[in-house]
Nanobody
């Protein structure tokens, strides 16, 4: 069983920065990368950024140039640096493998005040 523990969320003013992290542990079978997802109140969970283990990254258009995803293989941690935050970034943030097939963690809440 895989365990995902997200941390680092909080309340920040618009234009500010936050870094969220996710510790991955447990019996992970072969996977090819990790991703961050988010779910805003009343909305479906959506992918935000992904990093493949070949080093390639992909971002949804609305966060390009503002968010940076990174994977620390030694620490089994995937992080998301979020800069120039906007109110529309307010959501619960989750990590998972690229297809979202692992059990979801509790997420970490990010609130951006305008």
């Amino acid at each position: 069983q895989v365990q995902l523990v997200e941390s680092g969320g909080g309340l920040v003013q618009a234009g500010g920065s936050l870094r969220v992290s996710c510790a991955v542990s447990g019996r992970t079978s072969s996977f090819h990368g990790l991703a961050w997802y988010r779910q805003a109140p009343g909305r479906q969970r959506e992918p935000v950024a992904r990093v493949a283990f070949d080093g390639s990254t992909l971002y949804r258009d609305s966060v390009k140039g503002r968010f940076t995803i990174s994977w620390d293989n030694a620490k089994n941690t995937v992080s998301l640096q979020m800069n120039s935050l906007k109110s529309e970034d307010t959501a619960d943030y989750y990590c998972n493998e690229l297809n979202g097939s692992w059990p979801w963690g509790q997420g970490t809440q990010v609130t951006v005040s305008s």
